[in-house]
């Protein structure tokens, strides 16, 4: 019987699988994320391992910027073939839970069945979740990408609060329930 690989490895074994790879080049592989949180939920990683964001430097501008603009083409093909009028952003989290650099694309309708918890919603619809021109800018003035733990932790802690109008909800099923209706799309 095979083993199963730890959760916090698995993207690093689950990049290279044929069946998992929409898309690739010779740098750059877009795979679906497992525990989607949105409708749309795709991960572009480097084929050069690089553990976290923390990692990167200088030297790593280029290949940056080729996963946004490799990640881009992707949504924008996708966009053409049956998701016209979907709103999408990309951004990596401050303080990622997986090893292996992944930069996440997904749609912001957060209707994915991975979206279960404060923690999900808040990774991804507060400052922990950090743009790449925003990674570009802390590598070009710094060299280097950092974040305080202590800070960026706390954020995944706030209140539930719709990323369309700021209402505030007490539970996911409410927020999702009311992200469905709000008409402030």
């Avoid at 790879?21 to 084929?47: E, G, M, N």
């Avoid at 080729?66 to 016209?84: E, G, N, R, T, W």
Wanted: charged residues 25%; contains cysteine; glycine residues 4%.
């Amino acid at each position: 019987m095979a083993s199963k690989s730890h959760w916090s490895t698995s993207l690093l074994t689950d990049m290279f699988k044929p069946e998992n790879i929409l898309k690739q080049d010779d740098h750059v592989v877009i795979i679906r994320d497992k525990y989607p949180k949105s409708k749309h939920h795709y991960l572009t990683l480097p084929k050069e391992t690089i553990n976290s964001i923390t990692d990167l430097n200088t030297s790593h501008i280029g290949l940056l910027k080729h996963m946004a603009l490799f990640a881009d083409k992707f949504i924008q093909s996708l966009l053409s073939v049956d998701c016209q009028g979907v709103k999408y952003k990309m951004g990596f989290h401050a303080i990622p839970s997986v090893p292996q650099l992944h930069m996440h694309v997904i749609s912001t309708d957060f209707q994915g069945a991975g979206l279960k918890t404060k923690k999900h919603w808040n990774s991804f619809n507060t400052e922990y979740f950090v743009s790449n021109e925003e990674i570009l800018k802390q590598l070009e003035s710094k060299g280097k990408v950092h974040f305080d733990k202590f800070k960026f932790s706390d954020l995944l802690h706030t209140p539930l609060k719709c990323h369309l109008c700021h209402k505030v909800a007490s539970n996911m099923p409410q927020l999702k329930e009311h992200i469905s209706k709000c008409n402030i799309k």
